[in-house]
Nanobody
C-alpha cells in the first residue's frame, strides 16, 4: 500500500522557520518524484516544490523561491521541506504527493499518489 505521511507542521511567528517531512512507503522511492503542495483556507491547491529522486532536480513556485528548500534522503525514503522567512501568507495545509519518475506534472497538480496534510500556521 502506497503511503505518504507529511509531518512537522505547527504554529510559528512570521519570520520563523519550520521543517516538514514526508515519509514514503509502499513504492520504489527512487522511481518517483515527490512534490509539496499547499492549500490555504478558501483557496485552491498550489504546487510549492518538487524533487526528482533519481537525479535530485528541484523546482519551486515563485512564491517560495529563496525561502524554501526541498531535499531528499533516499536512504530514509523521506523528503523534507525547509521553510524559512515564513509569512502569514504561507499559512495552509501542506501535502506531499508522488509522481512517477520526474517532476513533470507537479505544477498541474497531476500526481499519482497523495498523502494527508500537515497544518502550518504563521502568525503576524
Amino acid at each position: 500500500e502506497v503511503q505518504l505521511q507529511a509531518s512537522g507542521g505547527g504554529l510559528v511567528q512570521a519570520g520563523g522557520s519550520l521543517k516538514l517531512s514526508c515519509a514514503a512507503s509502499g513504492f520504489r522511492f527512487d522511481d518517483y518524484a515527490i512534490g509539496w503542495f499547499r492549500q490555504a483556507p478558501g483557496k485552491g491547491r498550489e504546487g510549492v516544490s518538487c524533487i526528482s529522486s533519481n537525479d535530485g532536480s528541484t523546482y519551486y513556485a515563485d512564491s517560495v523561491k529563496g525561502r524554501f528548500t526541498i531535499s531528499s534522503d533516499n536512504a530514509k525514503n523521506t523528503v523534507y521541506l525547509q521553510m524559512n522567512s515564513l509569512e502569514p501568507e504561507d499559512t495552509a495545509v501542506y501535502y506531499c504527493a508522488a509522481e512517477f519518475f520526474v517532476c513533470s506534472r507537479w505544477f498541474r497538480g497531476e500526481m499519482d499518489h497523495w498523502g494527508k496534510g500537515t497544518l502550518v500556521t504563521v502568525s503576524s
